[in-house]
């Protein structure tokens, strides 16, 4: 009898341990999440208030509107990887007039950003009013119109150590008054 309770004992013992090494194993891996914005309604109200509570390989979605802010991916992000999707280059539009010499979307260099189905428009700044960065950054489905650059692409602006990857993009009606050297400009 003292044999067959104490080999119970192993057997239970050992179940936990298992059971112990799966949640150890499950719970250290990284959950990717999805932040919501919308005009009201949501947990977040505007982009960059998802882009600042984003953590790596999270996706934030954005519905439908037109989101009058300028769009920042800097050192005090913690994402180093994210995807924003739209609801349709036609329907999310982000509007970067509301800043003085500011671009529609900066993206700082150390990050891997995805962006789909959005539109950038009526930024200005000098890089490129619509989307400055020296990132990796893949845009599909996105446009960028309307935007101005006094030293750079009016549209998009890839410093040196950018790389930028269109798939099926509008990059149309931008203006820019120059070029600088080092910047690869789309306008």
């Known amino acids: 009898m003292a044999f067959e309770l104490q080999g119970k004992f192993v057997r239970l013992v050992m179940v936990l341990a298992v059971a112990s090494a799966v949640m150890c194993i499950h719970t250290s891996e990284a959950v990717a ?4 914005v919308c005009p ?19 996706t934030i979605t954005v519905a439908a509107g037109t989101y009058t802010e300028n ?58 009013g ?16 309307q935007n101005h650059g006094s030293e750079g692409g009016g549209g998009i602006a ?5 790389i930028v990857t269109l798939n099926n993009c509008k990059v149309i009606e931008n203006s820019a008054l120059s070029q600088r050297v080092g ?3 789309v306008s």
Request: with cysteine.
């Open 40 to 58: 009201s309604g949501c947990t977040y109200s505007s982009i960059q208030a998802a882009i600042d509570a984003v953590q790596t390989g999270d």
């Open 33 to 36: 999440g999805t932040l919501r």
């Open 130 to 145: 619509g989307i400055f960065t020296d990132a990796t950054v893949t845009l599909t489905r996105v446009t960028v119109t």
């Open 71 to 128: 769009l920042l991916i800097d050192s005090q992000v913690a994402a180093k990887k994210l995807t924003m999707i739209g609801s349709g280059a036609t329907r999310t539009i982000v509007d970067g007039s509301q800043g003085e010499d500011e671009c529609t979307f900066e993206i700082d260099e150390g990050y891997t950003v995805s962006i789909s189905d959005m539109t950038f428009e009526k930024g200005e700044c000098p890089p490129a």
């Open 183 to 185: 910047w690869e400009a």
């Open 158 to 162: 890839v410093d040196i150590d950018g």
